[in-house]
């Protein structure tokens, strides 16, 4: 936990602390073959995850057995004498621990909440130097949580952290009710995370495995109707029940909290509510236990919920949850998803933060080529790929290994992608018919549903919209728009910065337009925006990434054979600049297919 200030009429301290629970310191695999060509490959698939499911079990129990103790790590501490709490330990942590005023809640309500267990012995016999945290989360992918960044701050979550999803009841000691644990992989906490202040309090955690629950989607960037003054909203966790205990609730909890005006937490909080950073919730705690409807500790990282989108992330508060007068605030996730967005779908070949780039050599050598930020290199074969004519990168059945989507010469469209139970890659036909069209192109979760959609023209000229079903299979086309006979149709991403993915055309003038998402699924694109003049390359490919630094790049080859990534500005209006490109390597002319 963190201490912040608030405004009062007596000092100008009182405290303010994050809604976490912590007890710091605390007493080459070959596809399927058809008649028509297919590629011919073998990957080597590295684990995601060394942690063992006998070591997260006994993370989980060792969290479990603290909190069934009420070793929630709430602040013992005295006031200091001016109205605020002692300012926290060394790891930027104090706390507060379930909903108060909440009522049960049941997984078929909220299937995507999760339970994030921490727990560091420290490597030593002596228990007093053990570190442990407790935190809700969002499951927005099946392999990605979305949580508070300060719950993931200055913690190893891969070492010692586990995720536990598809129950409404804590762990008891190793019981985990019927619910799953699995490792987090890797860690992304918002650059700008402020940990005095509680600003940009948003982070995302890969797991080791995917989980096999329902997800919920964010609020779209730009979203403003769920923000409403006296909208409806639902918060949902573990954390404490009553402000004089520092127990949490056994089962997952939920309370009705109406959205409030940016004004009614500035009014209290003063400078320490940030508007549109931070969402205000909830009717004015009254004083006591009786009469306060509030998340508490334990409840961090939790979702806030409006209209079926995450809105908010269970972030700050009064320390005990109940001083009179006082709201709950949470990380405003619209405002976020520009850095969000990118971090739930960045599925890669290797499994870095970086986008990597399948070349075919003049032979029909697949390669797959890795990215090192500024550069390519450490290729892989992956086999012959003759009889191709077009392939493309995405994670199409949200496992989060990255799928290749390709056609070959007689026009079948195929996902050749990574089957965990059988650890080989597999072939899936999409479906014949596909040779017809112009281009296709994985622009990524065009629709908002948080699964990959695909868009293509035709030689008519028509835009189609498929979209995606999240497990490799595509509803029918849409059709989305006229008069695209000349253009090329490219896009793998958010290249506007607001989260939404944007299709890039390219028309017969060489000069490069940019369709921005709108998330609608009736209306996916908005009006062209012209991006560029005299883009006159000899080959095109957009793989999300490359550099790593969450923006969606744009690869291109000169006429000679040198590769550049043009980096996304996260402009609407210039994304693209040449000031921002980067030489990504040279003797690329004679790959004869790009990704």
């Not at 909830?282 to 961090?300: E, H, I, K, L, R």
């Not at 290199?377 to 790929?385: A, N, P, Q």
């Not at 008069?483 to 991403?493: A, D, K």
Request: hydrophobic residues 35%; glycine residues 14%.
């Amino acid at each position: 936990m963190t201490s912040g200030r608030r405004k009062s009429s007596i000092v100008l301290s009182a405290a303010v602390t994050a809604l976490a629970l912590g007890t710091a310191a605390l007493s080459a695999a070959v596809p399927a073959q058809a008649d028509t060509p297919q590629p011919t490959a073998k990957r080597s698939v590295q684990p995601r995850t060394t942690v063992s499911q006998a070591e997260l079990l006994r993370t989980v129990k060792d969290s479990a057995d603290r909190l069934q103790r009420g070793e929630s790590g709430a602040p013992a501490d005295a006031d200091s004498g001016d109205g605020s709490r002692p300012a926290p330990g060394p790891s930027g942590r104090t706390v507060d621990p379930k909903i108060i005023g909440g009522a049960a809640a049941t997984l078929d309500e909220a299937p995507w909440m999760v339970q994030l267990h921490y727990y560091d012995d420290k490597g030593t016999a002596d228990t007093a130097d053990d570190e442990g945290y407790f935190c809700g989360g969002t499951l927005v992918a099946p392999a990605k949580v979305l949580t508070a960044a300060h719950c993931v701050d200055g913690l190893d979550w891969e070492t010692n952290g586990a995720v536990v999803g598809g129950t409404t009841q804590l762990p008891e000691g190793g019981d985990l009710h019927g619910g799953t644990a699995t490792g987090v992989w890797k860690q992304w906490v918002h650059p700008d995370f402020d940990d005095v202040n509680l600003d940009f309090d948003v982070a995302v955690l890969t797991l080791g495995s995917a989980l096999p629950y329902q997800t919920l989607q964010p609020a779209a960037s730009g979203d403003t109707a769920r923000y409403k003054t006296g909208t409806p909203a639902t918060v949902y966790g573990w954390g404490r029940t009553s402000s004089t205990s520092d127990d949490i609730s056994p089962v997952l909890l939920k309370a009705s909290v109406p959205v409030q005006a940016d004004s009614a937490c500035s009014g209290y909080f003063g400078s320490e509510f940030v508007p549109e950073k931070m969402v205000c919730a909830g009717q004015p705690a009254s004083g006591q236990d009786t009469g306060t409807v509030s998340p508490c500790n334990g409840d961090s990282g939790g979702p806030l919920v409006v209209n079926g989108r995450i809105a908010g992330v269970v972030s700050w508060g009064v320390t005990d949850c109940v001083e009179s007068g006082a709201y709950s605030v949470y990380a405003k996730t619209a405002t976020f998803a520009g850095e969000v967005n990118p971090r739930v779908d960045d599925a890669n070949l290797n499994f870095d933060d970086k986008a990597d780039l399948f070349a075919r050599a003049s032979n029909g050598e697949g390669f797959n080529y890795y990215s090192r930020g500024t550069s390519l290199g450490d290729r892989e074969s992956v086999g012959d790929w003759q009889g191709i004519d077009l392939v493309r990168q995405a994670d199409v059945n949200r496992d989060f290994y990255q799928d290749y989507v390709y056609r070959n010469t007689a026009g079948e469209l195929y996902w050749w992608g990574y089957d965990s139970a059988a650890e080989t890659y597999l072939d899936h036909k999409i479906g014949p018919g596909w040779g017809s069209l112009r281009n296709i192109t994985l622009t990524g979760d065009v629709t908002g549903d948080g699964f990959v959609d695909l868009t293509a023209n035709d030689s008519a000229g028509t835009l189609w919209m498929w979209a995606g079903r999240g497990n490799g299979t595509f509803a029918a086309k849409v059709q989305i728009g006229v008069g695209w006979s000349t253009y090329q149709v490219y896009g793998r991403g958010d290249y506007s910065g607001d989260g939404k993915p944007d299709l890039i055309a390219r028309d017969a003038s060489a000069v490069l337009w940019m369709y921005k998402g709108t998330g609608s699924a009736s209306a996916p694109f908005s009006g062209r925006v012209k991006v560029g003049t005299g883009w006159n390359f000899t080959a095109y490919a957009t793989t999300g990434d490359v550099t790593g630094d969450g923006r969606a790049d744009f690869i291109v080859r000169d006429t000679a054979g040198v590769l550049w990534a043009y980096k996304s500005t996260g402009s609407a209006t210039v994304p693209f600049a040449t000031s921002a490109r980067i030489k990504l390597g040279v003797g690329w002319g004679s790959y004869s297919l790009l990704g």
